[in-house]
């Protein structure tokens, strides 16, 4: 099955390193050891920040509509949601601001959106800084 890879798109990760990059976005890390493991994390910020597949995270997007196994991947996906739910109710007790990222808002006609998610990270942290 083609979308079924991995877990985790290394392509996407890097496109939102590019745009950190791009927008003169520091202080972020990658593997910090924090509950949940998110792809990035600003500590300063204590911001985390996950890029999830949207086959493997159950995004209701064209991505994610599997032919064959039907029921299999529903449960196996069901448990992914349940969890990234629990990781992000934990992080936010803890303090946390959690951001989600679609592999999707990546493509060209959802670009708009996701600057904007941030741009918000982006004014937080000069307005702090
Ligand atoms: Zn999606």
């Known amino acids: 099955m083609r ?15 590019a745009y950190f990059k791009e927008n ?14 998110p792809d990035f994390v600003l500590p300063d910020l204590r911001i985390a920040i996950f ?10 997007c064209r991505n994610t509509h599997p ?3 039907k029921e299999y ?10 969890r990234d739910k629990e990781v992000t109710d934990h992080l936010e007790r803890l303090g ?3 951001i ?11 670009r708009g959106l996701l600057e904007k998610r941030l741009k918000a990270l982006y004014s937080k942290q000069r307005t702090d800084g």
């Open 3 to 17: 979308a079924v890879k991995s877990s985790k798109n290394k392509s996407t990760e890097e496109k939102l390193i």
């Open 24 to 37: 003169k976005i520091t202080g972020w890390r990658r593997n910090y050891k924090v509950y949940g493991k």
């Open 96 to 98: 946390w601001n959690v």
């Open 51 to 60: 890029v999830d597949g949207c086959f493997w995270h159950g995004h209701n």
């Open 100 to 110: 989600r990222i679609w592999e999707c808002e990546f493509l060209k006609k959802n």
């Open 73 to 82: 991947w529903q449960r196996k996906i069901g448990r992914n949601m349940a």
């Open 67 to 69: 032919e064959q196994n």
